[in-house]
């Protein structure tokens, strides 16, 4: 008996005489093939000599999955997909293989000049990818995964469990700890080589196509070739990489919270100011993004750099990319920083600072179209989507300037107090935040 091409194929000895007895008949080789096939659940037999036996069908698998994270109707599928890697993100950089939008950013030095490029992000990679990341760092960098969603390589390769309904949307797990999100991993290892171990070795994935369909396709898994991503670090250290690796989960698509911003300093503010450091999500912008700004910011506080928000090479990256890489809207960003530069304490400020700079004017009318919008739309939460579009610019960069302004008067001291008690203990800045949302249009 033997798995071929993904069907189990068995072919039964010739049956030998045996003194006194009649030779074995097909139905008792039949019925030990049967208990023999009891460690496959679900294939199909058929006693007949040569004949080969279907493995279940990848919808049956899905359907029927029983493990602690890959569940019923969930699927695996590779991180990476066709179409990861953009060009824009990654200008001017080298390009790593499998390691897609990497790119590495610099800060400003106390005499405003630009240091040596440390702070390093990448969408995730695969093991060899990470070689190459760690190649550009000297073979020495801390490391931090944002992740919230659980990660596992598989011949080297990341992938993540996505609901069949929804395989295009990455599944969160808002408030998970590090611990939490590992243990996690732990359990999803457990699953993929418990199901592989039912199918002779072989685990159903599925990958994306170029024209983002997905195919189901068996890969033959063992204990060494499947890891957590903590085992992937662990083993790059035992080869040499002076590698420090740690986790932050951060939800995919909002902006960091403050407890987010409070666990970045904490892992960042005794790192020396020359070592590079890395961040990497699963595309490798948004959430690595986020991360790079607060580092930048991080770093050029503690170098005492003079300069504005935008001034910083992590920021204005920010601004591109917020933008969508389109320089009509870098005016715009630009515009609601020049805003909250004026730190507006009454509406009155606010309308005046609005008034004075056409970006902001601009912006006003777009935003009310945006309001227009959300009240013409039939839905509560269609509403709700449009208002929001028109408020993300304002509310992202209000909390870089205000980590900012954090980052700068903290530094001196080490950082001893968390950015999540030094906004609570300034309502002001709320009201600055209040009253620009006012001016523009976007309250309520």
Known sequence: ????????????????????????TRGAWAREVEELLALYEGAPFSPVEGTAMQAPTPARVVAERDGDVLTANKILKPDQFPGIHRAEIARDQPRIEGA???????????????????????????????????????????????????????????????????????????????????????RLKADVLREAA???????????????????????????????????????????????????PI?????PD??????VVDRLKDVPPDANIVFNCHQGRGRTTAAMVTAGLLRRAQADAPGKL??????????????????????????LCKLLENEPATPEQAEKVVHDYSGLRDLRDSISKYRAQAHAAATEDARTEARERGRAYLQRYFYLSAFDAYAREQAPT??????????????ELQNILRNSESALGLAG
């Open 258 to 263: 403050d407890h987010d911003f409070d666990a």
């Open 198 to 248: 039912r199918n002779g070795g072989a685990m159903l994935i599925h990958e994306e196509h170029a024209d983002g369909t997905l195919a189901p396709v068996r890969v033959q898994v063992d204990e060494k070739s499947v890891q957590t991503s903590r085992e992937v670090f662990d083993g790059l250290r035992k080869e040499g990489f002076d590698v420090d690796y740690a986790r932050i």
């Open 100 to 186: 897609p939008n990497y790119r590495a950013l610099s800060v400003l030095d106390k005499n405003a000049e630009v240091s040596e490029r440390t702070i390093h992000g990448t969408a995730q990679p695969t093991v060899s990818g990470i070689r190459g990341v760690l190649a550009q760092t000297g073979g020495k960098a801390v490391w931090t995964s944002l992740r919230e969603e659980p990660v596992v390589y598989i011949h080297g390769q990341p992938f993540n469990v996505r609901d069949a309904e929804h395989v295009y949307v990455n599944e969160v797990n808002p408030g998970a700890s590090a611990e939490q999100v590992e243990a996690v991993e732990d």
């Open 414 to 427: 080490g950082f001893s107090e968390p950015f999540s008690k030094w906004m609570h203990q300034r309502p």
């Open 1 to 24: 008996m033997e798995i071929r091409d993904g069907f189990i194929v068995y072919t039964p000895p010739a049956p030998a005489a045996s003194p006194g007895l009649e030779p074995a």
């Open 251 to 255: 939800t995919d698509e909002k902006r």
């Open 310 to 335: 935008t001034d910083s090479p992590p920021v204005r990256e920010d601004i591109r990319e917020q933008g969508g890489y389109q320089p009509r809207e870098y005016r715009t960003i630009l515009s």
